[in-house]
């Protein structure tokens, strides 16, 4: 995991807004001086509107990059979020980047990445599958939603689906799959790459912990600046018996499972 260099904040141009579901949607960004330094596991703050409401920015990981043009997913959530999913091509939207760290890609202990992701967590997926396999190694997606129309497999390959109802792949969680799957991976070199809710986040970790899996998780969290200012992120990292406060945008978003410490 690296650290980014100086962000920069400027208008950006939307391209495109592409619907996936009722409540997911793809935004294409103009973005000629940040998409050649942003990588995977990476995030930009967005302020979704001129007004004072909503007062702060929201922070999106990178989807995908081609040339100047980078991707955002998002999920409809709230007032910030229903902005980006109505947001039009042609409209500006005021972006900080790159933020927070990578995921650790580059590392050299292992040959299989699996990429365990659930619900709008399979957002950085894509852009971190196309690094991965650019290094030669292989790539497992697992992919979990509560059902069938809110899987997104847009730019993953090798896929595995877990639904919490059972009306596609896996009946139950992709951490619940992924356990189901171990015996398979027996003898391959895994390193695990995840994104979602805490606790499946938290979940995820004590299994790889348990079973000497390196494991990465990015945490979704409200970041209101990215850039340590208004202390709105803090998590608790693990410190000799205890643990210690970091601030998830200065410390994140990627953190080693065995260093988090979750609720
Ligand atoms: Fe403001 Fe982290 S998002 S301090």
Known sequence: MTESPNPTDELLEVLEN????????????????FSKALKAGQFLEIKVSDSLTPLLRRPFSIHSISGETIEIMSKRVGIGTDLIYRCKKGDRLQTLAPLGN??????????????????IGVAPMALLEETLLKLGKKVV?????????EIIEKGLSNISVATDDGSKGFKGNSVQLFSSMLPKFDGEKLRVFSCGPNPMLSALSNLCNENSIPCEVSIESTMGCGIGICYGCPIRIKSGGGFTYKLLCQYGSVIDSREILFD
């Open 18 to 33: 592409h619907h996936l579901t009722e409540s997911i949607n793809v935004v294409s960004l103009h973005a000629p001086t």
């Open 102 to 119: 990578t995921f650790g890609y580059d590392k050299n202990d292992f040959d299989t990445a699996v990429l365990i992701s659930g619900g």
């Open 141 to 149: 997606n697992i992919i979990g939603a509560r059902n069938a129309s």
